[in-house]
């Protein structure tokens, strides 16, 4: 599999814009997509997480919760983010990732994920 990020851009503070991860196989079906973003010179942080199963259970950082959504379109193999009420702490690159080993206990793991596709990056302007 190999997944390819993209939706990412420059948008004012409050503002939302909608990350697509698409893969060029199947999406697995088991494991689960997590996005993760990552600001120069530091770690990289660990945003949300969907389970590839029917139905989907997801997960989100305490820093995005409320505000992004994400969810799978199997039909398309992609995954969204949905960001809403973005700050300016929001600005980072972001990267999608999936494996099939990932379970609920692991979904914000970032060692769990063995495919990751190439950052897109998001800008919020204060």
């Known amino acids: 599999v190999q997944l390819q990020a993209s939706g990412g851009g420059l948008v004012q503070a409050g503002g939302s814009l909608r990350l697509s991860c698409k893969a060029s196989?199947?999406?697995?079906?088991?494991?689960?997509i997590g996005w993760y973003r990552q600001v120069a010179g530091k770690q990289r942080e660990w945003v949300a997480a969907?389970?590839?199963?029917?139905?989907?259970?997801?997960k989100y950082a305490d820093v995005v919760q409320g505000r992004f959504t994400i969810s799978k379109d199997y039909a398309k193999n992609t995954v969204y983010l949905q960001m809403n009420n973005l700050r300016p702490e929001d600005t980072s690159i972001y990267y999608c990732?999936?494996?099939?080993?990932?379970?609920?206990?692991?979904?914000?793991?970032?060692?769990?994920?063995?495919?990751w596709g190439q950052g897109t990056l998001v800008t919020v302007s204060s």
């Open positions: 969907i389970t590839t199963t029917p139905g989907g259970v997801t």
């Open positions: 196989g199947s999406i697995f079906v088991t494991g689960a």
């Open positions: 990732a999936t494996d099939p080993s990932v379970i609920r206990s692991n979904l914000a793991s970032q060692a769990a994920y063995n495919y």
